[in-house]
């Protein structure tokens, strides 16, 4: 129920913004929000995407995927993605708005050494 929603609110709200007529990122972006949410800010330990920086986004995304602990569910996420993907998914992430703007939006120095 609760992915049905989340991909509901994906398909609605992705017509805002300009990644919208990418029929491939909107549908990988819709798995993402079934763990990380669609605009809101998440109460639990899994990050919002929504308003991501992008140059933060695809930093993370290229260190899960150097990384060598092939159990970690976003280290499988970022494997199965390419470069052009993981750029293109990058930008509409960080032009998606939050639900919740008094969720804390990282920067690009917050992005540990992995
Ligand atoms: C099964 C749940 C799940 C799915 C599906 C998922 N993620 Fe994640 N993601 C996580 C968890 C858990 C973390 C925190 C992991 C960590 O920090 O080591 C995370 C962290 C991230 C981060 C780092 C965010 C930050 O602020 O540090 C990015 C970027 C990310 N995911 C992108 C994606 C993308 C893009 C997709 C879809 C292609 C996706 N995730 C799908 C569970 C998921």
Do not use: W
């Not at 609110?9 to 300009?18: I, M, P, R, Y």
């Not at 029929?23 to 800010?41: K, N, V």
């Not at 260190?63 to 509409?92: C, N, P, W």
């Amino acid at each position: 129920m609760r992915s049905l929603l989340a991909f509901i609110l994906v398909l609605f709200s992705a017509q805002a913004f300009s990644m919208e007529g990418n029929t491939h990122i909107r549908t990988l972006a819709s798995s993402c929000a079934i763990c990380h949410g669609q605009g809101a800010a998440q109460a639990g330990a899994i990050p919002s995407l929504a308003g991501l920086d992008s140059t933060f986004f695809i930093k993370k995304m290229n260190a899960f995927r150097s990384s060598a602990d092939e159990h970690a569910v976003m280290v499988q996420h970022a494997k199965g993605l390419t470069e052009d993907e993981i750029q293109q998914l990058a930008l509409y992430f960080s032009e998606q708005r939050r639900a919740c703007p008094v969720a804390k939006k990282p920067v690009f120095s917050d992005v540990g050494a992995h």
